[in-house]
């Protein structure tokens, strides 16, 4: 950057006296006493000007560079690590909630072999709890924990892989929206779903058990998705994309709601072969104003998108 625009820059000289020193030094004649303090102000504005431009680029090199702000970040610690030994001593509790959520979150206990089995220990007696949905909890979370995979809760996949969730039916909507996986004797949250899906309601996977059709849920609005497990694909939220699509060919209103509740509801869902699904939607225009029952076919190799309204 040349002097005059660096000082233009900062703002400390005026645009009048910039003009000015240029000027005096480009005359041909003019006295020795003229010229002395021309060169003198010549030095100490370069002194002056280097200083400018050395505090101007470290001030530059200084600026807070931030290119991405996690959750953790955003708390100022690290995130809070699994602690199997809180949920082992909610065992006793007296609150009979307390006990219900310290039996499902042991089930992630799993990849620590002497976490696991002593969890297992732990929970086996809820099995014969007087309470319904914690003696469930524990039989399920027993069968996780002991390998059985027996539950009618757990989907077995061709990749070798089981999937399940927690906190099952624990609502009347449907169980935790997070997907567990199991594989190769290794458990990890394989996927979570955001607000409004805040309830898995169903899991259904294809005849080949290569894909899985995720039913979700909040409680105004229901949502499909497929997954390509062995690729780590999903597909378009069909519910949406559904009433998008129809409405558009039916000059309905489709206006997306910005807290992403759709409205519309989802029946008998099936696969019709390994790699196309197809349910029962009721769609929802002009804020419920209108409902439109169609049928919803989603080819998932060809990501071809059908809808047909039920006379």
């Known amino acids: 950057m040349k002097k005059e625009e660096l000082y233009r820059e900062i703002g400390f000289i005026e645009e009048e006296l910039i003009e000015a020193a240029n000027y005096e030094v480009k005359k041909k004649s003019f006295s020795k006493k003229w010229l002395a303090?021309?060169?003198s102000m010549m030095i100490v504005s370069s002194v002056f000007t280097a200083t400018i431009a050395a505090a101007y680029y470290k001030h530059q090199n200084n600026?807070?560079?931030?290119?991405?702000?996690?959750?953790?970040?955003?708390?100022?610690?690290p995130a809070t690590k699994y602690d199997a030994d809180k949920f082992l001593k909610a065992l006793d509790s007296d609150k009979e909630e307390y006990i219900y959520i310290a039996i499902n979150r042991l089930v992630e206990s799993y990849n620590?072999?002497?976490?696991?089995?002593?969890?297992?220990?732990?929970i086996?007696?809820?099995?014969?709890?007087?309470?319904?949905?914690?003696?469930?909890?524990?039989?399920?979370?027993?069968?996780?924990l002991s390998g059985s995979f027996k539950s009618q809760d757990v989907y077995k996949l061709a990749d070798g892989s089981v999937f399940f969730t927690l906190f099952n039916n624990y609502s009347d909507y449907g169980?935790?929206?997070?997907?567990?996986?199991?594989k190769d004797d290794v458990l990890e949250a394989y996927?979570?779903?955001s607000s409004p899906s805040m309830y898995i309601k169903e899991i259904i996977p294809s005849p080949d058990q290569k894909l899985i059709a995720i039913v979700t849920n909040s409680n105004k609005s229901e949502f499909v998705e497929v997954i390509n497990v062995e690729e780590r694909m999903v597909s378009p939220e069909l519910v949406e994309s559904s009433r998008v699509k129809y409405g558009a060919e039916q000059g309905l209103d489709t206006w997306i709601r910005t807290d992403h509740e759709n409205y519309s509801y989802v029946d008998h869902l099936r696969w019709k072969g390994d790699a196309t699904i197809e349910?029962?939607?009721?769609?929802?225009?002009?804020?419920?104003?209108i409902i439109k029952n169609v049928v919803v076919t989603y080819e998932v190799s060809q990501k071809k998108l059908t809808v047909k309204e039920i006379k």
Do not use: G
Request: charged share 25%; aromatic share 12%.
């Open 37 to 39: 303090v021309v060169i």
């Open 63 to 77: 600026e807070l560079y931030i290119r991405y702000l996690s959750a953790e970040d955003m708390e100022l610690m």
């Open 191 to 193: 996927s979570s779903f």
């Open 112 to 122: 620590d072999e002497k976490l696991r089995n002593k969890a297992l220990k732990a």
């Open 279 to 289: 349910f029962e939607a009721s769609l929802s225009y002009d804020d419920t104003a």
């Open 124 to 144: 086996q007696p809820f099995i014969q709890s007087d309470n319904k949905k914690i003696a469930n909890a524990a039989i399920f979370a027993v069968d996780i």
């Open 175 to 182: 169980s935790q929206n997070v997907l567990w996986r199991i």
